[in-house]
T-cell receptor
């Protein structure tokens, strides 16, 4: 049981480049989400999904796209990277039963946009 | 709207001292959950505790204890007899029925030997 996995661990992009951050979980969790962590701001929700085929925006969705074709995977796409997207990105997952399940986080992806 | 405030940015203590981390939250919902997560220098986020809004019973787990008070909208966290391994960033978070965790800015705890 690997839990929540994220790849890559670290990435450097040039402004305007695109890339996909991968997230996978093997716990059969219905709910998955992406957060970004910036100094002094805690974590902020980018996008989330309550099941395959269902996604919605969080607090800071601009510049990011997501899709959920399977229960296990929830990739985050940066269409045209900007320096403001330099951050640490965390994927999280949980069950979606009572509405208050604990979210478990992946190890994070550190992204630097030059 | 939900909001979590961790007023303490950094706390530095000497090993074996107790340290209390403050967390104040805002929500209009009557049903909500509060969480504490630990982020050690290695960077991962480790779940510590979850408390629902109907359970104000304080909890102790080893050297960790939590004090939840609805009257003051606070969910404070105490580390007793701190150790160097407790050095980390600690986040308080709130979820009010919609799975959208709202995090505080975090408190960096440094325990010196």
């Amino acid at each position: 049981n690997a839990g929540v996995t994220q790849t890559p661990k670290f990435q450097v992009l040039k402004t305007g480049q695109s890339m996909t951050l991968q997230c996978a979980q093997d716990m059969n969790h219905e709910y998955m989400s992406w957060y970004r962590q910036d100094p002094g701001m805690g974590l902020r929700l980018i996008h989330y999904s309550v099941g395959a085929g269902i996604t919605d925006q969080g607090e800071v969705p601009n510049g990011y796209n997501v899709s959920r074709s399977t229960t296990e995977d929830f990739p985050l796409r940066l269409l045209s990277a900007a320096p403001s997207q330099t951050s640490v990105y965390f994927c999280a997952s949980s069950y979606y039963r009572t509405g208050q399940e604990t979210q478990y986080f992946g190890p994070g992806t550190r992204l630097l946009v030059l | 709207a939900q909001k979590v405030t961790q007023a303490q940015t950094e706390i530095s203590v000497v090993e074996k001292e107790d340290v209390t981390l403050d967390c104040v939250y805002e929500t209009r919902d009557t049903t909500y959950y509060l969480f504490w997560y630990k982020q050690p220098p290695s960077g991962e986020l480790v779940f510590l505790i979850r408390r629902n809004s109907f359970d104000e019973q304080n909890e102790i787990s080893g050297r960790y204890s939590w004090n939840f008070q609805k009257s003051t909208s606070s969910f404070n966290f105490t580390i007793t007899a701190s150790q160097v391994v407790d050095s980390a960033v600690y986040f308080c978070a709130l979820n009010a029925n919609d799975y959208k965790l709202s995090f505080g800015a975090g408190t960096t705890v440094t325990v010196r030997a």
